[in-house]
């Protein structure tokens, strides 16, 4: 029995129905470079993974809604109604797809039934790969199947992050949501953050693989000092507008910060504006390595974006660094460097694939020795983005 085959039994079980729910799936996103890019008005450059969060939905005739997770089998089923699509701190993960709900509905768009929902992800709980913004476009992509919404891709994508931004009160940029509902198999996106233009890059790796090393340090976004970056960049930006006609960090060119950083009185957010402008420079260099074929070159690029997250934006920690640090030293390794907001979370490595198993085995043991616990290794899949499901999936 496939998958999906299983998926819908627990749905019709859990719900208590003989109804055959749609089944809709968004992926999660590894960010290959271009970190703290996005709000600071710059570029991006990530890519969906194979893996990410299944919705099965149906609707009802009243305006009940019912979510659960098989990721949390303990919280039992949240109920909510769209008369009240308010956040409730005690609905716990089920806000996101709330958050959803009430933001179609402001947008004009017909939702006047409940539904039964049931989410099953298969993203690693708290390992940045952006499992929240996948509970999104999942629960978006559901709305538009099941009520017909014929909703736009990229305005549903911006309700993903308006729910993040908010609803849940989380102040991240547009990256997440825009690689999980515009990815596109075997292909990473060059996002410009401030316009929405984008263009897709083939992943040609030839002998290589790309390996997503999971700290196994759990991270929550909104607990962790992200906002507090933004801030200061925020407050960097301010002082170059001074003397400066431009409306956020990636306008400049690296020759242009250099020049006038100066203005940016507070050493901590010269650090941390010198780490988005030199960042998204390496962002569109790695994109040009890519088309040339060029892997290595591509690969000093994450290494240098990794520093530059340890040093100038200070957001990897133990655990990411004694990662990336050891894959440095290992043979057959590209380029290695933290992805996601950092404070935990994963690393990723380009690695040639007959060093994989050493790799894997050698990373293990230096993790282990220095955190005392064990890592948790994938290979990265690049799949497409937000979609519905049919039963031959």
């Given amino acids: 029995m496939s998958t999906l085959a299983n998926l819908s039994k627990e749905f019709q079980s859990i719900f208590n129905t003989t109804q055959s729910p749609r089944t809709f799936f968004a ?91 049931l989410f099953y992800g298969n993203i690693p709980n708290g390992a940045g790969l952006s499992s929240s913004a996948s509970i999104e476009l999942a629960t978006g992509v559901l709305l538009n199947g099941l009520f017909d919404l014929n909703m736009e891709r990229i305005p549903m994508i911006q309700l993903g992050q308006k729910v993040e931004n908010e609803y849940i009160g989380v102040n991240s940029g547009i990256m997440d949501q825009f690689a999980i509902g515009m990815g596109k198999k075997d292909h990473a996106i060059l996002l410009d953050c401030q316009t929405l233009n984008y263009k897709y890059a083939p992943i040609v790796l030839n002998d290589h693989a790309v390996m997503i090393i999971n700290t196994n340090k759990q991270r929550t976004l909104a607990g962790s000092k992200y906002n507090e970056r933004r801030a200061q960049c925020e407050e960097a930006l301010n002082e170059l507008q001074q003397e400066l006609s431009i409306s956020s960090l990636g306008e400049l060119t690296t020759d242009q910060f250099e020049k006038n950083k100066h203005l940016i009185t507070d050493k901590i957010n010269q650090k941390r504006a010198n780490h988005a402008v030199h960042e998204n420079a390496r962002t569109l260099e790695a994109l040009d390595k890519l088309q040339q074929g060029d892997l290595n070159g591509f690969g000093r690029l994450m290494n240098e974006s990794h520093l530059s997250l340890r040093d100038d934006y200070e957001v990897t920690g133990l655990e990411l660094d004694t990662i990336v640090q050891a894959a440095w030293e290992q043979e057959g390794v590209v380029g290695a460097r933290m992805t996601g907001a950092g404070f935990g979370g994963c690393a990723i490595a380009i690695v040639e694939n007959d060093k994989i198993e050493e790799f894997k085995k050698n990373i293990n043991r230096i993790y282990h020795d220095v955190v005392g616990y064990d890592a948790t290794f994938y290979t990265a899949s690049i799949g497409d983005g937000a979609r519905e499901l049919n039963e031959e999936c």
């Fill in 27 to 117: 992926p999660g996103r590894m960010n290959l470079i271009g970190e703290h890019t996005d709000y600071n008005g710059g570029h991006v450059f990530p890519a969906s993974l194979s893996f990410g969060t299944y919705a099965l939905g149906s609707k009802r005739s009243d305006q009940k809604l019912r979510f659960y997770s098989m990721n949390f089998p303990d919280v039992g089923i949240i109920e909510s109604d769209l008369s009240d699509l308010s956040f409730d701190e005690s609905d716990n993960w089920a806000n996101y797809p709330k958050g959803m709900f009430l933001y179609m509905k402001e947008a004009g768009k017909d939702i006047l039934q409940g539904a039964d929902i």
